[in-house]
């Protein structure tokens, strides 16, 4: 018989209550530096975010199960985000915070022929299954955005566009903040849209 | 000639459905998670007069969709319309919505069944006669533990009617009604602010002047307008000795405006009333920003629980299928032992031992038995999921409720007592061919049984079963039935088993007078079962209800005595006697009395016979746990066994109400020996479906639920937790 239901809220409500607040103490601030972080991606390779210093990065939390995600990927416009953005020597990385456990969950194999069947061109796909780094990113929907500078620093954090939808017609005529962000900073301009609501479904941390 | 009044008829009666005003017409749209459907609160609009209107959805269990603010993720629902020309709608009056957590994240949305109203005003130019066509596109994301965008192309039509008609209320009106109860209104004779200091946030409540010495405190939740401003998963509540203080959390990157709005949710179920005093669980607060170096609690804040399901000691409150299966299978196996059916299965097991039979013959016959049971069950619970989906707030025991069901239940149980007695056999009294028929089909006869032994059955409930039964109701109508055809399969396993048992028979002594000294003996349980039901009957019909009920005993012994006279077995003398039993049942048949008929209309509760128990009463619930006072409550009804031997032996014992008075509890009384829909309701949110539940509210922590069987050693353990 299952556990005593009373006993499993008061766990719960103890791990929820500590979660969000060690999110809070670590939470990524736009214009500040951005969390470091060392994980092992989908082929086994250890990623620091160290190793980019001097280039830009972006930070793409990924879900392949998510419509929202689907809905960037089947129109191509992620791929095409990925191929400009390695065409200007920026580093994109794909992470997935996915627990595994959850029913989206997939092993690093199969995540990456996903991803390859798509088309997909990031510098590495990560493997966060504990989601230390979605937390310290405050990462909370897929897609969500990050990009850095080659300082380190946090340049935009958010939503990948204005338009809030899973319909693919919506892209064409949505402002793409990630393009935005990465032009006027590689152009040496301050980014003038730091930071935009995200939008997608939940990031699928532990439970 | 039928044939062409047939098309006359038909024909007029489409011209009358014709020329009487058609209603607002809309085809609800079923996606895979949700059914959604524009609704009106009328029936008609009249020309420039705002009507309301809104998207109603209907979730599959365990689904959302989300509010106008949706948390850490997910999308609100919106409505793109079509309109005619002139006329025009005002955004959703979004309803209260709850928290949802996933993991780390909250979201904030909706389940179950949810109304999105809105104003629509007519064009000022539109005759009466016409037909408004109202189209809309509505979008939104239906998510449990995965996310699935859905959308629907809905259409509503509105015949037009003269200006100055009266309004004919819409099929959805209670939908709007309740809405108007329950949509969030500003919060008057309340301050709100909120301290801020770098992203720490405290959200300050208190009542102007002295309310809140004495007002009830129940946990709040509070949902902001704003978007992508606080942080959804950072929520504390306190109680505070002024009122409330509830921190919360800003995002990074975000700023607040000069004045934060909100919605606040009152929690606690029903029997915690808002602090704000009335029935609206929902306010809308806005509350003056202000800034400070760093945040400071009142105080004597005491953090809240926000829980509010029940907690359970000793059983769990939330199973599984396969639980459910299991309780209910060893429930139906300790049905045997109740004393409804233990009298006729010792019949049934002595009858056998009479007969002879092979072994192939003992298995027909326990195998019939095990389907007549298992198949009675199933149909008491189809007739139960029936009702309940044709609307009737009834639970486990329905049938009970039901004077003449008691009724025709203690008829059945006398004639059995009589047959036992051997004041006749049931051979006599059926016609030649019918007898022989019975003997010819042993394996119809042991169905028969079988049936007989679920009727029987029906007034008691075993321990296991009520969270069984509770959880079959809320779920699926093949759930539900599998859930009570365990039920059935433990209930007719020790019989069948016992029957099959090689040699059983052997081992009883030779039929002799023993025999017949032990049926007589039996028939004394039969009438004592009979004298309950009776009382039964005086509680739901009166004592003139029980008194006829009596008549109608005396009259049926009466009539079986005269059937076993010889002239009674003539045609015309079978004629008599049956319609003599026609003619006494329909005189001696009960109505409900008085105080049963406002039960079930749910007027006001009548003064409690019992002087130490209350009637039960939420807001009298809700005002003694307002002034720290833990209340018992027993929900019981006359006609379950299982209740009466729980209040004899344990509840009225001195020992138990001194432990009541020591604690301070108010001991409150929930009857359900009549239809009342108020404690059906009640006990569906306590997730029961039948009797006896006993729940301990307790002030300031969640209620908490106590096993079926009771012991002095539980209630102390109960009462030890407060």
């Known amino acids: 018989m299952r556990r005593e239901f009373n006993k499993r809220l008061i766990v719960l409500a103890a791990l929820a209550a500590a979660l969000p607040l060690t999110a809070a103490a670590q939470s990524a601030t736009v214009g500040q530096a951005a969390p470091a972080f060392e994980v092992k991606d989908a082929s086994g390779r250890t990623v620091k975010l160290a190793d980019f210093k001097g280039q830009h990065v972006v930070l793409e939390w990924t879900n392949p199960g998510c419509p929202f995600v689907v809905k960037h990927y089947g129109a191509q416009n992620m791929q095409a985000l990925q191929k400009d953005a390695a065409a200007k020597n920026v580093v994109w990385l794909s992470v997935s915070s996915t627990a595994p456990g959850q029913a989206d969950y997939l092993a690093p194999a199969a995540l990456t022929a996903k991803y390859k069947s798509w088309g997909a061109a990031p510098a590495a796909m990560l493997m966060d299954d504990s989601g230390s780094i979605g ?73 | 000639m039928p044939q062409a009044l047939v098309a006359i008829a038909t024909t007029i009666a489409a011209l009358l459905s014709a020329l009487a005003a058609a209603p607002a017409v809309a085809a609800p749209v079923k996606t895979d998670h949700v059914t959604a459907e524009l609704v009106a609160e009328h029936a008609a609009a009249t020309p420039g007069r705002p009507l309301q209107i809104g998207l109603k959805l209907q979730h599959i269990p365990h689904w959302h969709t989300y509010w106008r603010n949706p948390g850490d993720s997910g999308l609100p629902t919106t409505l793109k319309w079509t309109l005619p020309a002139g006329s025009s709608t005002t955004p959703i009056d ?114 102007a002047g002295d ?15 704003a978007e992508q401003t606080i942080e959804p998963a950072r929520h504390e509540v306190f109680r505070t000795a002024r009122g409330y203080a509830i921190r919360l959390a800003m995002q990074g990157g975000a700023s607040l405006p000069a004045r934060f709005d909100g919605v606040l949710v009152s929690q606690g179920g029903a029997y915690a009333s808002p602090p704000w005093g009335g029935t609206r669980r929902a306010v809308e607060v806005v509350a003056t920003v202000q800034p400070v170096a760093a945040i400071a609690l009142p105080a004597g804040a ?49 009858g056998l031992a009479q007969q002879a039979g092979d072994r192939a013959s003992l298995r027909t016959h326990a195998l019939a038995y095990g389907v007549g049971v298992v198949l009675s069950f199933v149909a008491l619970a189809a007739a139960l999921l029936a009702l309940r989906a044709a609307g009737s707030a009834i639970g486990w025991g329905f049938q009970l ?152 005993l005396v009259g049926l012994a009466f009539l079986v005595w005269l059937a076993g006279l010889p002239p009674a077995r003539a045609l015309a003398g079978r004629l008599l006697g049956t319609l003599a039993l ?141």
């Open chain 1, 135 to 207: 937390k310290a990113y405050g990462a909370k929907t897929t897609p969500h955005m990050y990009v850095i500078d080659p300082g380190g620093k946090l340049v935009y954090a958010g939503g990948i566009d204005d338009k809030r939808s899973a319909n693919p017609d919506d892209i064409p005529g949505a402002k793409n903040f990630v393009k935005a962000a990465l032009a006027e900073s590689l152009a040496g301009k301050p980014v003038s849209t730091t930071t935009a609501a995200p939008y997608g479904c939940s990031v699928k941390y532990a439970s």
């Open chain 2, 94 to 207: 979004w309803p209260a919505p709850q928290r949802l957590p996933i993991g780390p994240l909250v979201n904030y949305g909706y389940e179950g069944e949810l109304l999105l109203p809105l104003s629509y005003t007519p064009p000022a130019d539109a005759k009466p006669g016409e037909t408004l066509t109202l189209k809309a596109r509505a979008d939104w994301l239906v998510c449990s533990d995965v996310c699935i965008p859905e959308h629907a192309d809905l259409e509503l039509t509105l015949p037009v009617a003269a200006a100055g008609t009266p309004a004919t209320p819409g099929a959805e009106r209670a939908l709007f009604e309740r809405h108007a109860a329950e949509r969030p209104l500003p919060l008057s004779g309340w301050t709100a602010r909120l301290q801020q200091a770098g992203r720490e946030l405290l959200l300050e409540l208190e009542p």
């Open chain 2, 211 to 225: 309310a809140a010495a004495s007002m009830s405190r129940p946990p709040l939740h509070f949902f902001p307008h």
């Open chain 2, 302 to 350: 005491v953090p809240l629980a926000t829980t509010t399901t029940p907690a359970s000691l000793g059983s769990s409150a939330d199973l599984g299928l396969w639980t459910a299966l299991a309780l209910a299978f060893f429930g139906g196996a300790l049905l045997n032992l109740m004393p409804c059916v233990f009298p006729v299965l010792s019949i049934k097991l002595l």
């Open chain 2, 401 to 552: 409720q039901e004077p003449g069901v008691v009724f025709v239940l203690a008829l059945v149980f006398f004639a059995l007592g009589l047959n036992l007695m051997g004041a006749f056999e049931f051979g006599n009294l059926l016609p030649q061919r019918l007898a022989g028929w019975r003997a010819e089909r042993p394996a119809a006869d042991a169905f028969g049984s079988g049936v007989l032994a679920v009727v029987a059955a029906s007034p008691c409930t075993a321990p296991f079963m009520g969270a069984a039964l509770g959880y079959a109701v809320t779920q699926s109508p093949a759930l539900a039935l599998g859930v009570f055809a365990a039920l059935g399969l433990g209930m007719a396993l020790p019989y069948v088993l016992l029957v099959l048992l090689p040699g059983w028979r052997d081992r009883l002594p030779r039929p002799g007078v023993w025999m017949l000294r032990l049926k007589q003996l039996l028939a004394f349980p039969m009438f004592a079962t009979v004298v309950w039901l009776v009382w039964v009957l005086g509680q739901q019909a009166g004592v003139d209800g029980a008194a006829k009920a009596l008549m109608a």
């Open chain 2, 582 to 722: 026609v003619a006494l049942l329909a005189w001696t048949w009960p109505g409900a009395s008085a105080p049963a008929l406002a039960a079930q209309a749910g007027a006001a509760p009548a003064v409690s016979t019992d002087a130490a128990w209350q009637v039960y009463d939420e807001a009298a619930i809700a005002r003694h746990v307002a002034d720290g006072k833990p209340v018992f409550v027993d929900f019981t009804a006359a006609w379950c066994v299982s209740c009466q031997v729980n209040k004899r032996l344990v509840l009225r014992t001195d020992a138990t109400m001194r432990a009541f008075a020591d604690a301070g509890v108010v001991l409150m009384r929930a009857d359900w020996t009549n239809r009342d829909a108020r404690i059906t309701e009640a006990l569906a949110r306590l997730g029961r479906n039948g009797v006896p539940v006993y729940l301990l509210i307790r002030p300031g922590k969640e209620p908490l639920l106590l096993p079926e069987i009771l012991t002095d050693r539980l209630v102390t353990e109960a009462l030890a937790t407060l």
